[in-house]
């Protein structure tokens, strides 16, 4: 079955270290999307990408960076400038730039800082 | 920009009772309302949406309705069941090319058996 897969499920950070969340689509979608959830927010958009070797910052860019090397995967790094990294952090891909179809989401990485 | 409101924050209803979400938008420059649900530690899905050419959309128990010029919509899920308990997220956005999605902040859903 076609889908997003995200991982790990749960990750845990140290102070000053940074990590990297991955996602991988095997929907042969165009675009990806990083999207930040925290309690009684909606979805915060960190970055995005319409194409291979392209990507733009969001609204949240700050403390986060990402590459788009193959169309299939668009891996978030949540660098130690991010001063608040603790949220749940959501990958999302359109099948095109009009999202006819809307975002297809994985199902999400929990990050906390211990 | 586009900024979007969510009422209720949550909501309860009894089993087969009728739920009403309710999000206004503010950019008279989107024509894509998609509406999402949230599983408990899972990712959203889309359960419906629709565009400004219409009016109102169906699937099943749930409809969605657009009022353009008061710039809100809503979603309606009737007979509503346990499975249904989840987040519901609204979003507005104009369509072709990229264009960004906003989100409204999420109703929290609950069906009481």
């Known amino acids: 079955d076609g889908g997003i897969t995200q991982s790990p499920k749960y990750l845990f950070r140290k102070e000053g270290q940074n990590v990297t969340l991955s996602c991988e689509q095997n929907?042969?979608?165009?675009?990806m999307y990083w999207y930040r959830q925290d309690p009684g927010q909606g979805l915060r958009l960190i970055y995005y990408?319409?194409?291979?070797?392209?990507?733009q910052k969001g609204d949240i860019a700050e403390g986060y960076s990402v590459s788009r090397e193959k169309k299939e995967s668009f891996p978030l790094t949540v660098t130690s400038a991010q001063k608040n990294p603790t949220a749940f952090y959501l990958c999302?891909?359109?099948?095109?730039?009009?999202?006819?179809?809307?975002?297809?989401f994985g199902s999400g990485t929990r990050l906390t800082v211990v | 920009g586009e900024n979007v409101e969510q009422h209720p924050s949550t909501l309860s209803v009894q089993e087969g009772d009728s739920a009403v979400i309710k999000c206004t938008y503010s950019?008279?420059?989107?024509?894509?309302f998609p509406w999402y649900k949230q599983e408990l530690g899972k990712g959203p899905q889309l359960i419906i949406d629709?565009?400004?050419?219409?009016g109102e959309k169906k699937d099943q128990r749930i409809a969605v309705t657009l009022n353009k010029t008061a710039k809100h919509f809503s979603l309606h899920i009737t007979e509503t069941q346990p499975e249904d308990s989840a987040v519901y997220f609204c979003?507005?956005?104009?369509?072709?090319?990229?264009?960004?999605?906003?989100f409204g902040t999420g109703t929290k859903l609950q069906v009481i058996p």
């Open positions: 999302a891909s359109s099948a095109d730039r009009d999202r006819v179809k809307g975002y297809t």
């Open positions: 990408s319409q194409i291979v070797n392209d990507f």
């Open positions: 929907l042969n979608h165009d675009a």
């Open positions: 629709i565009r400004s050419n219409v």
């Open positions: 950019d008279s420059a989107s024509n894509y």
């Open positions: 979003a507005a956005s104009p369509l072709g090319g990229y264009q960004k999605v906003t």
